[in-house]
């Protein structure tokens, strides 16, 4: 039975594994460079820009025409990795990156940092929860957020091999490692984190480690709770939810985003079309009061008892 554990911590920016990862990548292809809005420093990029000078783009506080430029970039045979802030990232250059990015299929790599609510006591202008919703509407683009270093690291050099527009969702939030043997990235296939019978807990990104530690909670009640690690939204890994609501009956998903238009509404319309199951959702309900990370994911149920207890829910839901 496979069954992962999160190492105690202290745990690993997954930010120092994009730039280490995207700085050996250059160093062997000249085709890739980096776009940014005046965010080399918070992008981890400093590295990359002293190794790269000629490679390193930086167009201001100037979002639209940060992703303009990339995907021009990309039109001429380069890659270009586009680093910024999520909340601005896809908010203000939405349009590009629909008109740009995703209906010209151009090859640009969008790279969102401190996704979700890193930035937990600037408030709801600087939260990151919409983008997964934005994103997925588009199509064309994959969408991936990674849950650990290693994780990360696979998902930067996948990236750069693959022909085609890409949203990497980068937290600068501490993470566990996981501990699981002979892991292997595979882009819109679910990693089987922990087995189980009674219930599916789906996560991705900061919540994956969560998750395991509600589904040991469960354990210690006698409940049987698998675990996927459903890093790739678009496209999502149908079969592992159809196999999860035929086997288990139940499912709950957590993000560290929007309650729905993300993870939990993509795996509520693939049930409902194909195996309707409860599905319940753990997510945030929308514009995120001030407060530092902790209490807010307390309070959203992001914590080990408040996915446990949305689990429990949505058990007894199947037998309603």
């Not at 994780?151 to 091999?161: L, P, R, S």
């Amino acid at each position: 039975m496979a069954v992962a554990a999160a190492t105690a911590a202290p745990g690993f920016d997954c930010r120092k594994a994009w730039a280490e990862t995207l700085e050996s990548l250059a160093a062997a292809d000249e085709r890739i460079v980096v776009v940014v809005n005046d965010s080399v420093g918070s992008s981890n990029l400093g590295g990359f820009q002293e190794k790269f000078p000629g490679r390193t783009v930086n167009v201001g506080i100037a979002e639209q025409t940060m992703v303009g430029v990339a995907a021009g970039l990309a039109n001429g045979g380069r890659i270009p990795f586009v680093s910024a802030a999520s909340c601005f990232l896809t908010a203000r250059a939405l349009e590009q990156i629909k008109a740009d990015v995703a209906y010209a299929g151009f090859n640009v790599k969008l790279v969102g940092q401190s996704s979700g609510i890193a930035y937990g006591e600037l408030g709801a202008t600087h939260h990151s929860i919409e983008d997964f919703a934005w994103l997925r509407a588009l199509g064309p683009i994959t969408v991936i957020a990674p849950c650990d270093a290693w994780e990360t690291a696979e998902a930067v050099k996948w990236a750069a091999a693959h022909e085609g527009p890409v949203y990497l969702r980068l937290s600068r939030m501490k993470v566990p490692t996981l501990d699981l043997p002979d892991r292997v990235f595979t882009p819109g296939k679910a990693e089987l984190q922990r087995a189980g019978s009674d219930v599916t807990i789906v996560a991705n990104g900061t919540t994956v480690h969560l998750a395991i530690e509600a589904a040991e909670t469960l354990a210690a009640e006698g409940i049987s709770a698998r675990v996927l690690n459903m890093h790739t939204i678009t496209p999502l890994d149908t079969d592992a939810v159809i196999s999860a609501a035929r086997e288990t009956g139940a499912i709950v998903t957590v993000e560290e985003a929007l309650d729905r238009g993300g993870l939990g509404g993509a795996v509520a319309e693939c049930t409902s079309a194909t195996h309707p199951v409860p599905v319940q959702r753990v997510g945030f309900p929308g514009f995120m009061p001030t407060g530092s990370i902790a209490s807010l994911f307390e309070e959203f149920g992001l914590s080990r008892e408040g996915i446990a207890s949305a689990a429990r829910i949505a058990i007894r839901r199947k037998g309603a």
